[in-house]
């Protein structure tokens, strides 16, 4: 059965640092999203990606996140500048507009 | 706003017994309602969902969901839960034209043996 995955399961950065979040969408998927959750909180949205532009996004996804997708299968979450409340599980989901699909997450922890 | 209430931040029950787990959305529209479910280390899985016609929705499981538009609900059910559906458990509901998710909280089962 396809799936979603992502890599890497687990990423320590220090603060200020880049990051890049790597996701591989379900094949035939057109909709591509990312979320992410707070240790305790809500699954917050950040980004959908569609026809190889955003579609929307959330307060969240300020200019210090971007998104990618550098080769058709791949699809890429960057933060340029870590701070310590970027810390969460990021999760990426792809969908045919129906049903999302999500991969296993990535946890990220900023020291 | 959109939102949704998940009012159980912590459920335990008896193997064997039966659940039910409450959702309610807040959406202007049509609502696209979906449960999750996340096992410690393991992704979101869709359990079930609910877009339109018969309001008793079947998902994977053994987990059925019921919309109840004039209570803002879709509160999720099993008959006899088995040991292995201690997870954490999410409603959400999908939202605009490329429906984005808008999340509950997440309500922890634990089931005792």
């Known amino acids: 059965e396809p799936e979603v995955t992502q890599t890497p399961s687990h990423q320590v950065t220090q603060m200020g640092q880049e990051v890049i979040l790597r996701c591989v969408p379900i094949s035939n998927h057109l909709y591509f999203y990312w979320y992410r959750q707070i240790l305790g909180q809500k699954v917050e949205f950040l980004v959908s990606?569609?026809?190889?532009?955003?579609?929307?996004k959330s307060e969240i996804f300020d200019d210090q996140f971007s998104v990618e997708r550098p080769d058709g299968s791949n699809f890429t979450l960057k933060i340029r500048s870590t701070k310590l409340e970027d810390s969460a599980m990021y999760f990426c989901?792809?969908?045919?507009?129906?049903?999302?699909?999500f991969g296993p997450g990535t946890r990220l922890t900023v020291t | 706003a959109q939102s949704v209430t998940q009012p159980d931040i912590h459920i335990t029950v008896s193997e064997g017994a039966s659940l039910e787990l409450r959702c309610n959305y807040s959406y202007g529209a049509t609502p696209y309602l979906f449960w999750y479910v996340q096992s410690p280390g393991q992704g979101l899985q869709l359990l079930l969902k609910?877009?339109?016609?018969d309001t008793l929705v079947q998902g994977i499981k053994g987990f059925e969901a019921e919309f109840k538009r004039s209570q803002s609900s879709f509160n999720l059910r099993k008959p006899s839960v088995h040991w292995s559906d201690a997870a954490e458990y999410f409603c959400a509901v999908g939202t605009g034209n490329n429906r984005k998710l808008i999340w509950g909280l997440g309500t922890s089962l634990a089931v005792n043996p």
């Open positions: 989901a792809s969908s045919n507009l129906n049903e999302q699909y």
């Open positions: 990606f569609y026809n190889n532009e955003i579609s929307e």
């Open positions: 609910y877009f339109s016609g």
